[in-house]
T-cell receptor, first 111, second 114 residues
């Protein structure tokens, strides 16, 4: 079983729409969770950390469900510039600085 | 602020040739350093990580090696490239200590082995 699994998509949405997707992780000992954004042929960039209580950063909302071991990302009022691949990332175990990366969910926002 | 540099940006090398990719970090001391490879349509695969000068841990046995000759310099090498070494190579850094595990990536090197 992969450490982090994501629906590869693509999610094709019109501008202004809301899009949401999840990822699941296999190690219940993981304690740090992140969403990264990766544009085509570029490096991944940290989008947001995910906290137990859930957190919001502008149009982006992340949720963590430890019981079911999944993380979600919701994008409201999608912009063309949101088109990218979103990587779900968790640390391998408690207090471990090594991270496991999902293969990514591709989102395409169309005009 | 911290910045991370990688070079070259792209590289085309024949099978059997040597490889040297360099990564440097500015604006921080004693970072953890990482080398990843990303194959097309795949997730990032951790190749090596380092918690200090001369301290290298390998994640995946292969014909690559890494070295950390200075605190903020990380080098990925190979004596003889294979076709399967093609990919997008990314260097990353993270802070040491504390409970913050975010990693920050350099711009990457796209390697094509022909």
């Amino acid at each position: 079983r992969k450490e982090v699994e994501q629906d590869p998509g693509p999610f094709n949405v019109p501008e202004g729409a809301t899009v949401a997707f999840n990822c699941t992780y296999s190690n219940s000992a993981s304690q740090s969770f992140f969403w990264y954004r990766q544009d085509c042929r570029k490096e991944p960039k940290l989008l947001m950390s995910v906290y137990s209580s859930g957190n919001e950063d502008g149009r982006f909302t992340a949720q963590l469900n430890r019981a079911s071991q999944y993380i979600s990302l919701l994008i409201r009022d999608s912009k063309l510039s949101d088109s990218a691949t979103y990587l779900c990332v968790v640390n391998r175990r408690a207090n471990d600085y090594k991270l496991s990366f999902g293969a990514g969910t591709t989102v395409t926002v169309r005009a | 602020s911290q910045t991370i540099h990688q070079w070259p940006a792209t590289l085309v090398q024949p099978v059997g040739s040597p490889l040297s990719l360099e990564c440097t970090v500015e604006g921080t001391s004693n970072p953890n350093l990482y080398w990843y490879r990303q194959a097309a349509g795949r997730g990032l695969q951790l190749l090596f990580y380092s918690v200090g000068i001369g301290q290298i841990s390998s994640e995946v046995p292969q014909n690559l090696s890494a070295s950390r000759p200075q605190d903020r310099q990380f080098i990925l090498s190979s004596k003889k490239l294979l076709l399967s070494d093609s990919g997008f190579y990314l260097c990353a850094w993270s802070k040491t200590g504390g409970t913050s595990y975010e990693q920050y990536f350099g711009p990457g090197t796209r390697l094509t082995v022909t």
